[in-house]
């Protein structure tokens, strides 16, 4: 192994070293926040219409405050295409795409040995390019829901979050009624909105970014 290589790998672990101490740092009067970055992928299952769309990859970028485990962040969302069918056999696709309606915010129990997380994330969910049959349909450039849908993401009872190593973040949400879809408002709220819908993503690789 190089010497280069050798550097690298000290630096490394001292920054993972850093990170540690001071999360660690619990209860000590001097309030510290803390940046990282971790990598997320995983998906959604849309109730109302039996289907599973991507979620990231992505990036999800935090800032934590190691006296109370409050983080705020940003978890920008790439779109996708959905597709499923119409009372059985009517074939319908779409553009999918998410647009952030605030930052993420949650907490991360640090004191805890099995340090759950609870956050919330926040988006307008955003329809354009649809097909039924095979045939488009004019929806226009602004087809979203009405208002931003929230999304809760949270550690499974039992299970754990590692600031680096990550976890498994889980929740159940509500999708509202679209506005702006043309002549397809009337149908997108036929099919799309209602309850029962989940998210299930894995969160790895979490690298602290030293203050520069």
């Excluded at 280069?4 to 510290?32: E, I, K, N, P, Y």
């Excluded at 969302?77 to 930052?103: N, S, Y």
Aim: hydrophobic share 40%.
């Amino acid at each position: 192994m190089s010497v280069r290589s050798h550097r690298w790998m000290r630096r490394a672990a001292a920054a993972a070293a850093g990170a540690a101490l001071a999360v660690g740092s619990v209860g000590t009067a001097q309030a510290a926040e803390l940046d990282f970055l971790h990598d997320v992928s995983g998906t959604s299952y849309i109730a109302s219409t039996d289907s599973t769309i991507a979620v990231g990859p992505t990036t999800l970028s935090t800032t934590l405050d190691n006296t109370t485990g409050n983080f705020t962040g940003h978890m920008p969302l790439p779109g996708t295409r959905t597709k499923f069918e119409v009372i059985g056999f009517i074939p319908v696709e779409a553009d999918v795409a998410f647009v952030e309606a605030a930052p993420v915010t949650g907490d991360i129990d640090i004191r805890n040995n099995l340090t759950p997380v609870r956050s919330t994330a926040s988006y307008y969910i955003k329809l354009s390019n649809i097909k039924i049959v095979g045939f488009p349909t004019f929806t226009g450039p602004y087809c979203r829901t009405k208002n931003p849908v929230t999304i809760p993401a949270n550690t499974p009872e039992g299970e754990s979050f590692n600031l680096l190593k990550g976890g498994t973040l889980q929740g159940d949400f509500t999708i509202g009624d679209f506005q702006n879809c043309g002549l397809n408002t009337w149908l997108i709220n036929l099919l799309v909105p209602g309850s029962g819908n989940t998210l299930n993503v894995n969160v790895t690789n979490g690298r602290y970014i030293p203050a520069s």
